[in-house]
């Protein structure tokens, strides 16, 4: 089937395409559309993401859990919200972070993050859909079994890339990281209900640049 991603990543991923259970999630988008569902991210921002962080490109993975799901938020990238929409409460927690540890001020009038998905920072979310006012409605539907299969891919063909894994859902997927060649910081998420459990003071933005300066690669510029 043709799906519209990003070069670099449809040859990568070319094998989960042809799998049933792939088949099973447009079937499954098809169905809920027809059905007069309200689904985002729209259609083209699906695969934003990978659109914006080509494989060789990626440096960073940031994972989340469910797209948002509520109108003009999600737009395929994790954390991130369109133009226009304030930032919800756990990307204020991100700014805030990134505040204290590099001491840069940030603009909290803004949420979108694709200044990040452009230098590499790779924005993945484990489930791509949602039903509008539905959080975690399409998590079962075959996007864990795609996700995972992405993270192996990066683990398996990359290496020195730095895995930033906020709270007990994103820590699950450590298993798919081959840790001898790749970089990975854990912390709680964070959402204002455990951002002070261990978010708070982490300093995974200093110290992501740190590893990517050891690997011979650009620090990212976390100002938004």
Known sequence: MDVKIEPSWKEELKNEFTKPYFQQIVTFLKTERMAGKTIYPPG????NAFNHTPFDKVKVVMLGQDPYHG?????????????GVAPPPSLINIYKEIQSDIGIGMNAKTGNLTKWADQ???LLNASLTVRVNEPMSHSKIGWAEF????????SDDKKGVVFLLWGKFAQE???LID???????KAAHP??????KGFFGCKHFSKTNEFLVKEGLSPVDWKI
């Open 191 to 196: 959402s204002p209900f455990s951002a002070d």
């Open 173 to 175: 997927k450590q298993i």
């Open 120 to 122: 590499g920072v790779f």
């Open 44 to 47: 083209s921002m699906i695969f």
């Open 71 to 83: 109108p003009g938020q999600a737009h395929g990238l994790c954390f991130s919200v369109q133009d």
């Open 147 to 154: 996700t995972d299969a992405v993270i192996k891919k990066i």
């Open 179 to 185: 840790e001898t060649k790749h970089h990975v910081l």
